[in-house]
């Protein structure tokens, strides 16, 4: 069964450095998205990402987030000065459609120091 | 402050039992639910879904009912088994346009033999 894969597992970063979460989406799927979980909180919406722009995004994703489809299999999510607060698992999602069941990655935790 | 972890309510059941998962929703707007497990370590696993003009679908052992009155979900599992204890959670789209998902604060499934 397709699945939505994410790189690395867990990313280990000091404070104020940049980070770029990899994912690799469903192949046919053309709608993106971005949520991340804090330890103890709930699942968070970031962005999503539909036909190479932003379609919606959050509060959370300020100037420092971006997101890229830098080919036809990648999507990326860059943290350009990372905080303490940033540190959470960070899911990767696609769906072949919107309001379709959205597909998630086993994530990628982030750990600021 | 602080941010303080979410108590996660926890049902217990026996193998074999039935189980039923509740989740109040918070907004009359939305149109478009999902229920995801997720088990340690993993992303959510998307379960079954279910659209605002109907109040009851059902899958392999699973049944989703809505009831928009008073803005409730609920998953029922039939013969629980061991591999379905996880944490599940209902998610909610917010309403017409928008494909993020709102995810509630799950419900901690454990299954004894």
Same mark, same amino acid.
């Given at each position: 069964e397709p699945e939505v894969t994410q790189t690395p597992s867990h990313q280990v970063t000091q404070m104020g450095?940049?980070?770029i979460l990899r994912c690799v989406p #469903? %192949?046919?799927?053309l709608y993106f998205y971005w949520y991340r979980q804090i330890l103890g909180q709930k699942v968070e919406f970031l962005v999503s990402f539909y036909n190479?722009? #932003? %379609?919606e995004k959050s509060e959370i994703f300020d100037d420092q987030f971006s997101v890229e489809r830098p080919d036809g299999s990648n999507f990326t999510l860059k943290i350009r000065s990372t905080k303490l607060e940033d540190s959470a698992m960070y899911f990767c999602a696609s769906g072949d459609r919107g309001n379709q069941p959205q597909h998630f990655g086993d994530g990628t935790r982030l750990s600021i120091l | 402050g602080e941010s303080v972890g979410l108590h996660?309510?926890?049902?217990?059941?026996?193998?074999?039992?039935n189980s039923i998962i509740n989740c109040a929703y918070s907004n009359s707007a939305s149109d478009y639910f999902?229920?995801?497990?997720?088990?340690?370590?993993?992303?959510?696993?998307f379960i079954i879904d279910i659209r605002s003009n109907m109040d009851k679908r059902q899958g392999q052992r699973v049944t989703v009912l809505l009831n928009k009155t008073v803005k409730h979900l609920?998953?029922?599992i039939a013969a629980t088994q061991p591999g379905d204890s996880a944490?599940?959670?209902c998610a909610e789209n917010g309403g017409w346009g928008?494909?993020?998902l709102i995810f509630g604060t799950g419900t901690r499934l454990q299954v004894f033999p």
């Amino acid at each position: 069964e397709p699945e939505v894969t994410q790189t690395p597992s867990h990313q280990v970063t000091q404070m104020g450095q940049e980070v770029i979460l990899r994912c690799v989406p #469903i %192949s046919n799927h053309l709608y993106f998205y971005w949520y991340r979980q804090i330890l103890g909180q709930k699942v968070e919406f970031l962005v999503s990402f539909y036909n190479n722009e #932003i %379609s919606e995004k959050s509060e959370i994703f300020d100037d420092q987030f971006s997101v890229e489809r830098p080919d036809g299999s990648n999507f990326t999510l860059k943290i350009r000065s990372t905080k303490l607060e940033d540190s959470a698992m960070y899911f990767c999602a696609s769906g072949d459609r919107g309001n379709q069941p959205q597909h998630f990655g086993d994530g990628t935790r982030l750990s600021i120091l | 402050g602080e941010s303080v972890g979410l108590h996660l309510p926890t049902l217990s059941v026996q193998e074999g039992d039935n189980s039923i998962i509740n989740c109040a929703y918070s907004n009359s707007a939305s149109d478009y639910f999902i229920w995801y497990k997720q088990e340690s370590g993993k992303g959510p696993q998307f379960i079954i879904d279910i659209r605002s003009n109907m109040d009851k679908r059902q899958g392999q052992r699973v049944t989703v009912l809505l009831n928009k009155t008073v803005k409730h979900l609920s998953l029922q599992i039939a013969a629980t088994q061991p591999g379905d204890s996880a944490v599940y959670f209902c998610a909610e789209n917010g309403g017409w346009g928008t494909d993020k998902l709102i995810f509630g604060t799950g419900t901690r499934l454990q299954v004894f033999p």
